[in-house]
């Protein structure tokens, strides 16, 4: 069974940091794309970061220059590191990857960052 776990979400002051992990499990091989979406209350979801197999990656507009996704030691991991937090990136943010045709998202984690 295929699951992605996120890890790493919490409580941050403006101008702090976190990093988030999400472990693709049930699988023995990298996904080709892994990414972090995000949503908060009352807004849709929206693409934060995607990095590719060949290690290219895109981002939102919003957190280019503050956030920087990467892959994992073990290539079903992807890390997201989130710098210079501002309020507005308050959401819960979704691990994401295709699996055999097939999308997969985690279950969430809640970045909560306070001004």
């Known amino acids: 069974q295929v699951q992605l776990v996120e890890s790493g979400g919490g409580l941050v002051q403006a101008g702090g940091s976190l990093r988030l992990s999400c472990v693709a499990s049930?699988?023995?091989?990298?996904?080709?794309?892994m990414g972090w979406y995000r949503q908060a209350p009352g807004k849709q979801r929206e693409l934060v970061a995607v990095?590719?197999?060949?290690?290219?990656?895109d981002y939102g507009s919003s957190v280019k220059g503050r956030f920087a996704i990467s892959r994992g030691n073990a290539k079903n991991t992807v890390i997201l590191q989130m710098n210079s937090l501002r309020p507005e990136d308050t959401g819960v943010y979704y691990c994401?990857?295709?699996?055999?045709?097939?999308?997969?998202w985690g279950q969430g984690t809640q970045v909560t960052v306070s001004s």
């Open positions: 049930g699988i023995s091989f990298s996904p080709d794309a």
């Open positions: 994401a990857a295709p699996i055999e045709g097939i999308g997969y």
């Open positions: 990095i590719g197999s060949d290690g290219s990656t």
